[in-house]
């Protein structure tokens, strides 16, 4: 795989994206914090230090372990962000109170090329045949979307503002990050063993794939809240068009135009963005 173009960009006060990519390997984290947040010392906030240490890892152990099976560089992931965070010392901390982050790779092994999605960050395949595959959970953003429907209806009871409506649900937002890896709930990468059977897997022949795209959900808003483009597949096409960095700032100008999520509803004004673009080239 040759990567072509990507962004990691800042949209919240800490940056809790990550992007990682090799020879046959490319990922990204991105993070969220436990309603305890600054518990590990030295890190901006919990989810920088689980992103961090995550990402780390994985760009070792991808970089030197080609053949080695994905679902055991995972496995081997979670105990290393186990045995890290013991040494922290913090003692017991609540799930609620844990980092965790969203998840999705594209790697090459053995001429097949796989994609595996935890949480809400969204993979395009591109084939040589003009076809595009979808790779996308959309647990997360169902809860999402029942979340942004209850701040309408306050909005338009207390007649306020869709940011100062936030408050009144978090016990909605709580409610929610407690679905975290369970069975009625959404998945996400944190300090519980993943199961490949519970997540968006997808393998598919390395030589039939022409591209591959990944991006967070900060970049969804592109697609999602402001119709810049039709689905993910239109985003794709204007990448094509006018590159990544033309995206990011078509995205970042409509954002702050809305600083208070009135006219596009939504969480929050703008969040982190990361995307990455590869060509999957022969050896």
């Known amino acids: ?13 800490f940056k809790e994206d990550r992007l990682g990519f090799g020879d046959d390997y490319m990922f990204i984290l991105d993070g969220a914090t436990g309603v305890a947040n600054n518990q590990i010392p030295n890190y901006s906030s919990d989810a920088v230090w689980f992103v961090e240490t995550a990402s780390k890892f994985l760009n070792e152990q991808l970089a030197n372990a080609s053949n080695k099976k994905t679902e055991i560089i995972l496995k081997e992931l979670t105990n290393h962000i186990n045995a890290q965070f013991k040494t922290l010392k ?3 901390v609540s799930k609620l109170e ?6 999705i790779m594209a790697r090459k092994i053995d001429q097949q090329l796989e994609l595996i999605s935890i949480g809400d960050c969204t993979g395009v395949i591109e084939f040589h045949s003009g076809k595009y595959e979808l790779i996308y959970d959309n647990r997360i953003s169902k809860l999402d979307n029942k979340v942004v429907n209850t701040m309408q209806q306050i909005k338009k009871e207390r007649d306020i503002s869709m940011i100062e409506a936030k408050p009144y649900v978090k016990e909605l937002l709580i409610k929610n990050r407690l679905l975290r ?27 039939m794939v022409k591209s591959v795209y990944l991006f967070s959900d900060g970049v969804d808003s592109y697609f999602n ?3 810049l483009s039709d689905g993910p597949i239109g985003l794709i ?10 995206l990011l700032d078509r995205l970042r100008i409509k954002e702050e135009s809305d600083p208070n999520c009135d006219r596009y509803p939504r969480l ?4 982190d963005a ?3 673009w590869a060509v999957c080239e022969e050896a």
């Open 225 to 227: 809240d402001f119709k």
């Open 98 to 103: 844990m980092p965790s982050a969203a998840f």
């Open 237 to 246: 096409k204007d990448i094509k068009d006018k590159g990544v960095h033309q």
């Open 181 to 207: 890896n369970e069975k009625d709930g959404y998945q996400a990468l944190d300090f519980t063993d993943i199961v490949l059977e519970k997540v968006v897997y997808r393998k598919v022949p390395y030589p």
């Open 90 to 92: 913090i003692g017991d």
């Open 268 to 271: 929050k004004m703008k969040d």
């Open 1 to 13: 795989m040759k990567v072509i173009d990507g962004f990691n960009d800042r949209g919240n006060l």
């Open 274 to 276: 990361t995307l990455i």
